[in-house]
Each structure stands twice: as C-alpha cells, then as structure tokens.
C-alpha cells in the first residue's frame, strides 16, 4: 500500500506541471524524469507521519493549497530524525523526512496548487 500525492490545478483538478523535468521518487515512480506534481510515498512510514501530523497522518496536507501546506511541511520535517536506510521500504525517520522535503519542494514550486491523494 501506499500514498499517491498529487498537488493539482483548483480549476481542472489534474496534476500541475512544473516548468522542468524532475526526478523526485518514492515507492513507484515515472521512468527518466516527469514534470507532474506527483509522489508516491510507501505506507511503511506511516507511523511517523501519525507521530508529526497527528491523527490525519500525512492525509492533514490534503484539500489545502501548496502556500498554506509550507508551514506544516516543515513543522513536520523538523521533527523527524536523519537516521535512513538505504532500502526505501525500511520506515526510520530520515526515509520518511524525505518524501516530506519533496512535497514541499513541489510547494514552494507550486503554491496555487492544492493537494489531493490516497
């Protein structure tokens, strides 16, 4: 299982676009390189986003805008630890904190945007 994250358009509801490729991945991920506003993130760190959200989990970033997400991205990220793995699957603090940097990435990138997911 796992959280497909999308930060969309609000008029149309599909994935905005950025202007440059990227290469951010999680659990599945484009081959190469997209410019879609997406992120698979594995279930396995579930745990940790319960501990950093509360009881919405990751889940608290949707229907909000990029611009009002910011904030509790990076409350959320400077509460996880770096310690990682190098097996993604494996839910440690810093595997989990990097999908979070991402979807701010995309915020900060995009802050028109709102997301959805699951």
């Keep these: 299982m796992s959280y497909d994250i999308y930060l969309n358009d609000r008029v149309t509801g ?3 676009l950025l202007d440059v490729r990227h290469q951010m991945r999680g659990g599945t991920y484009c081959l190469g390189d997209t410019r879609e506003c997406w992120l698979n993130i594995t279930y396995n760190y579930f ?3 319960y501990e950093v959200f509360g009881e919405q989990g ?3 970033i ?3 805008t990029g611009a009002e997400s910011i904030p509790i991205l990076k409350e959320a ?3 996880l630890g770096d310690e990682t793995s190098s097996d993604y699957w494996e839910a440690t603090p810093g595997n989990a904190k ?3 940097c991402q979807l ?3 915020a900060l990138l995009r802050p028109d945007g709102v997301w959805e997911g699951d």
């Design 104 to 106: 701010l990435a995309f």
């Design 47 to 49: 745990k940790y986003y």
């Design 98 to 100: 990097r999908p979070l």
């Design 14 to 16: 599909q994935p905005l």
């Design 77 to 79: 990220i400077s509460k």
């Design 58 to 60: 990751i889940r608290t």
């Design 62 to 64: 949707y229907g909000l």
